[in-house]
């Protein structure tokens, strides 16, 4: 079990490299050692409990580490750089075009793989030729 609390521990701080360079020299040293505690704790209480800890701590490292960012504002910085850019403009573009057309798609999908569809389709042929 102390190999398990160990590769955890050092897991967890190799993820608060991914918290920025300020906030991570102000707290990752208090961070760590919060979490090697309640670790060992949840270790000495059995594997359940040790699982549960790890879970709960999961959810709200993704949400600290979001907060994080939105607060120094790095999150708008990385939507505004070029790649983020044009993802998402294409992204966009796709949302839009995709919902212009489906009605469109589900139209001539009707039209032409339905048994209906392919009577008026032989009507309006008819029709064409006799003109």
């Known amino acids: 079990m102390n190999s398990l609390v160990s590769t955890l521990i050092a897991f967890y701080s190799r993820l608060l490299q991914l918290f920025p360079p300020g906030y991570r020299e102000e707290f990752a040293e208090e961070m760590l050692l919060d979490f090697s505690s309640l670790t ?4 000495k209480k059995g594997v359940y409990s040790l699982a549960l800890f790890c879970l709960q701590e999961l959810i709200d490292f993704r ?3 979001l907060s994080v960012h939105v607060r120094e504002g790095r999150i708008f910085k990385i939507l505004r750089s070029q790649p983020m850019n044009f993802g998402l403009r294409g992204a966009i573009v796709f949302g839009v075009v995709f919902t212009l057309t489906a009605p469109l798609s589900l139209f001539y999908y009707e039209i032409f793989h339905v048994e ?3 009577e008026l389709l032989s009507l309006i042929l008819q029709h064409s030729v006799r003109s």
């Open 40 to 43: 060992m704790d949840a270790s």
């Open 116 to 118: 209906q569809g392919s």
């Open 63 to 65: 949400i600290n580490l």
